[in-house]
């Protein structure tokens, strides 16, 4: 295989540094079926400006030429990624190390003359490691997963794309690490399914993963915005997940799904496709799925091998530019998973592990059948040509028996192993061995710089962080799938709990355990796993919402782990299992949290073998779920279990009397909050600091928690979702478990970093105007200040004739009168939360409890009480769904009747006159009348059957939005406003 005859010229690689990266498609020519005339119309693109790892934004700026004597991609020569220094860390959260690979995408070779170095994917970035000085260059760029990925024949360009939503296709330098271009949302129909490069590196292909492929070519060298040529395939071809130019005619090109292969010819003004119909009557044998196809390397015929060990053979029929299915060959027992061509060899892999090497006339030349593998994922050849004259090297299969002289590869298989085959010695050498199944569970060790991973697959692996090398590793056979994993305080144990419900305990050094220290006592998966400050006891929770205590106990003179008891302490699964310590005693303590908005805390000491007592619980909340918990440092005399809910806030309850003694606005933003971890304070910062979990972000949090938006960072981590989060003990690392995406993130945390970042937000109050509509001077802003002083006047009667008198403090009392004013509606209970945190927020440090409030706390009270989503129209209606029941019309309706008794009975129970005053306040036409007394007809002149829509416009008085709804009128301060 030759190198690139044809690459990007000076000035187009001046463009692509420059900031000709962005190409936002507008569309080729498009038409039903094959053969489609394309829009070959070249559009002036826009300039886009991106630093290495840096994350695409859609801000754009016109393109500007570079001095190309300072450009790093032309200067370039050979692969020599920039290191990296630790010390210079400008953000909060870096990704530093990526433990795991993407085992369904190619593993390329890159270099292996003198180092070894792989190219490979990982979740939604690219990993160019090089093996022989145990170093990681991360590719960020997309923000879904990596679909499909392909490599120039020089190695030196990388193109990575991904699918979802806002898809992006990424042309990467892999000497420098730079992106060179990027094609914005090229397939919105949901992104890329197969994508290849052209062997003269000047065009590339890309295949949709929409229900109706497109297929596109783009000139990506060229400062355009839509493809050359565009062509839609019929879905009767199925999905296309292979698609490769031929390297002898780049106007050429095939791509294949499992049942059909479709062969392209692009020029003449047109993009055509022909697909030859092939079944198992064409040839009178079964031909099973198509997995790969390849061009020859004279370009005249083409090969599709198929899960059956067989190869199609296609030839060009003469005069023409369409291929036809000439023979069905039998080529091995085993289904062939990868084919590929370099030099004169045709090259399978297969389902048994095998990678043959084959003839042009399909003779078997060379097998490596002596590994022991697994299916074949991959195979991907050095670009070095071995040295002439070579020695060493075996002899192949045929009856001359000549040294079978091969260049260099590498494989990997679809239980994520890759591999680098040495033909002269017949070695291969193990690069890589990942998980290979989802990955949660992640612990990190409390002393030494050590991080567990376990899997579904049942393998656990050790690694040292800070070397990057795996210590040890053990595959459990009987209960495989891994959910949770724990080190005790100590680092002696560590605990294991599975899916079957087995939960073992384990050394720490040798993950080696004892046949009495594995416990059965469930079938429902463990979910969550704890030990108490002191190793004495071990906490699960599992999926039959019941808590398992187990006790460290001498007995013969050893120490053995026995079931205190198990109880089914909630209705609902549990969020989170948390051990503390009782502030008089010191003696531990137990939490768990549950889905139903329970906490509940268990009686260690009084709890006898086979019985776990509870001592208390409460409810945490009336409406918001609640996700996770920690113990609050000890930054006031006071202390504080905190508790985040869905979707946006975070409750400090005290210690002792468990009153909610003070709620701020979630770091989040709306998104659940899965998991956080109380960091310990570092030399280089005096603040303490708290790292968590979101859906799909890791972030990191400047305490004391008071609701500035800008204390927290937040960066994407796992596009598919995390799974388990992971602190080192210096609070220095955080890691991260992907779940489906098999992998792990080391993040390096920097508290410089974040609180330079906070101190731009500025001080004060300057942080929290941010979140007011319009800001300092903005309406709102006028509105809480008016509401402010009204209150005054309120308090000292608005009939007096005396002077008025001007405060900065309105009495505690007005508190609940202005915050329903400006659209904050809080149930009782929570009014009494609110008046607790203002009347005893300083009660430990002055020993007196306040009795008026001034404007700045109460712009931030405001702020951090105020729903960030406002009211939503799906959840009125699953309400409706709910209490209601639908009509003659499909409509779903309430009962009159049934609503009034609900209000009354349901929740904070209301009186009868309670009620009435309210609805007499929303429907009468003279508010001042008042509604004590009358009759339910009069107070609620409404149908007997009230829909959601009689609900809101004629009770509520307020309107439907789009994404919410919003309040009909500004007279009554609603802020119900749209999302």
């Keep these: 295989m030759s190198d690139v005859s044809e690459m990007p010229t000076e000035d187009q690689l001046s463009w692509m540094e420059s900031g000709g990266g962005q190409s936002e498609t507008k569309g080729g020519g498009q038409g039903e079926g094959t053969g489609v005339e394309a829009n070959n119309e070249d559009a002036p693109g826009q300039g886009f400006n991106m630093a290495p790892g840096s994350q695409v934004t859609d801000q754009t700026h016109s393109a500007e030429p570079v001095d190309l004597r300072q450009s790093q991609v032309v200067t370039a020569t050979s692969l020599d990624l920039p290191n990296k220094s630790k010390s210079d860390r400008t953000h909060p959260l870096t990704l530093d190390w990526a433990f795991g690979i993407n085992h369904s995408l190619p593993v390329f070779s890159l270099q292996d003359h003198e180092r070894c170095v792989i190219l490979y994917a990982c979740s939604h970035v690219a990993v160019i490691y090089d093996h022989t000085s145990n170093t990681q260059h991360i590719l960020q760029g997309h923000c879904n997963p990596v679909s499909c990925m392909c490599v120039s024949v020089d190695r030196r360009w990388l193109v990575t794309a991904d699918s979802g939503g806002e898809s992006l296709v990424i042309i990467w330098d892999t000497y420098t690490g730079i992106p060179v271009r990027t094609l914005f949302d090229c397939h919105p129909e949901g992104g890329v399914a197969a994508l290849a490069l052209s062997h003269d590196t000047k065009y590339l292909v890309t295949v949709g993963a929409g229900a109706v492929q497109r297929v596109c070519i783009w000139d990506w060298t060229r400062e355009t915005d839509s493809p050359l040529w565009v062509t839609e395939l019929s879905p009767k071809l199925r999905v296309q997940t292979h698609v490769l130019f031929n390297p002898a005619d780049c106007m050429q090109l095939l791509s294949n799904s499992e049942k059909r292969v479709v062969f392209y010819r692009w020029g003449e003004g047109s993009l055509r496709s022909s697909a030859p119909a092939i079944s198992d009557k064409t040839f009178k044998r079964v031909v099973g799925l198509f997995s790969q196809s390849v061009f020859n390397s004279g370009g005249v015929q083409a090969y599709s091998a198929t899960s059956l060990g067989n190869v199609l053979l296609w030839v060009q029929e003469r005069g023409h530019s369409t291929y036809k299915a000439l023979r069905l060959i039998p080529l091995q027992a085993e289904g062939i998973t990868v084919l590929t061509v370099i030099e004169r060899f045709i090259v399978t892999g297969d389902a048994r592990g095998q990678i043959k090497f084959y003839d042009e006339n399909l003779k078997l030349i060379n097998s490596y059948s002596e590994f022991g593998l697994d299916p074949i994922a991959s195979v991907s050849f050095s670009k070095e040509c071995p040295p002439s004259g070579s020695k060493g090297y075996a002899v192949d299969c045929t009856l001359k028996a000549e040294p079978f002289v091969m260049r260099n590869f590498i494989f990997s298989t679809v239980t994520a192993r890759v591999a680098h085959v040495t033909p002269q010695g017949n070695v291969a050498q193990d690069l890589l061995m990942e998980h290979a199944d989802w990955l949660g569970a992640v612990a990190c060790h409390p002393q030494q710089p050590l991080v567990t991973t376990g899997s579904h697959s049942g393998a656990l692996k050790v690694w040292d962080y800070e070397r990057h090398q795996q210590v040890c590793s053990r595959v459990f056979q009987k209960h495989p799938k891994v959910q949770c994993l724990a080190y005790d305080p100590r680092g002696f144990y560590l605990a294991v709990g599975f899916a079957s419900g087995e939960v073992c305990l384990l050394d720490a050094c040798t993950l080696q355990s004892e046949t009495e220290d594995c416990f059965s006592h469930t079938t429902h998966a463990i979910t969550h796993i704890s030990f108490s400050r002191d190793s004495l006891y071990l906490a699960t929770a599992d999926a039959g919402k019941a808590v398992m205590l187990f006790q460290l106990r001498s007995t013969e003179g050893r120490q053995r782990w026995q079931l205190q008891g198990r109880f089914q302490s909630h209705y609902h699964p549990i969020q989170d299992l948390l051990f503390g310590e009782q502030l008089d ?39 918001a779920v609640p996700s996770c918990m920690a113990w609050y440092p000890p930054l006031t005399p006071e202390h504080f279990l905190v508790i985040a809910s869905h979707p946006d806030r975070m409750k400090l309850f005290d210690c002792t009397t468990m009153m909610c003694r003070k709620t701020v606005l979630s770091p989040t933003r709306g998104s659940p909050m899965k998991k956080m971890v109380v960091l310990p304070q570092t030399q280089d910062s005096k603040s303490r600091h708290m790292a968590y979990i979101t859906r799909n972000m890791v972030g990191m949090q400047i305490l004391p928690l008071d609701g500035n938006p800008y204390n927290s960072n937040m960066v994407l981590c796992h596009s598919t979702g995390v799974a388990g989060l992971a602190c080192s003990h ?70 007096v004739t005396e002077p008025t008198r001007v405060s900065t403090h309105i009495s505690l009392s007005e508190v609940p009168f202005i915050l329903r004013a400006m659209g904050v509606y809080p149930t009782q209970q929570e009014m009494e939360d609110i008046l607790n945190e203002l009347k005893f927020g300083h009660h430990a440090e002055t020993g007196r409890c306040a009795t008026e409030l001034d404007l700045p706390e109460l712009i931030r009270l405001l702020v951090n009480r105020r729903s960030m989503q406002g009211l939503q129209h799906q959840d009125l209606l699953q309400v409706f769904k709910v209490l209601g029941k639908p009509d003659a019309s499909g409509r779903v309706v309430i009962c009159r009747d049934e609503l009034l008794e609900l209000l009354q009975t349901t929740g904070e129970h209301m009186t009868q006159d309670e009620l009435a005053l309210c609805l007499g306040t929303l429907l009468s036409p003279d508010p001042e009348e008042g509604s004590e007394g009358r009759h339910w007809e009069d107070v609620l002149p409404v149908p007997r059957e009230i829909t959601m829509e009689t609900l809101l416009a004629d009770i509520l008085g307020l309107s439907e939005a789009t994404g919410g709804i919003q309040a009909s009128s500004d007279a009554d301060g609603s802020v119900l406003k749209k999302n």
């Design 730 to 799: 210096d609070g220095r690392l955080a890691f991260t478990a992907g779940g489906p995406d098999s992998t792990v993130f080391c993040w390096e945390m920097s508290a410089t970093a974040l609180e330079a970042a906070a101190a731009l937000g500025g001080k004060d109050l300057t942080p929290f105007y941010s979140l007011l509509e319009g800001g300092r001077y903005g309406a709102q802003y006028r509105e809480v200040e008016d509401f402010f002083y009204y209150c005054q006047l309120r308090s000292q009667g608005l009939d």
């Design 585 to 623: 005693s010191k003696l531990p303590c137990l939490f768990s949290l549950g889905l139903d908005r329970r906490l509940v805390e268990y009686d260690l000491q009084n709890s006898t073998e086979g019985k776990l007592v509870i001592m208390q619980e409460m409810r945490v909340d009336q409406s």
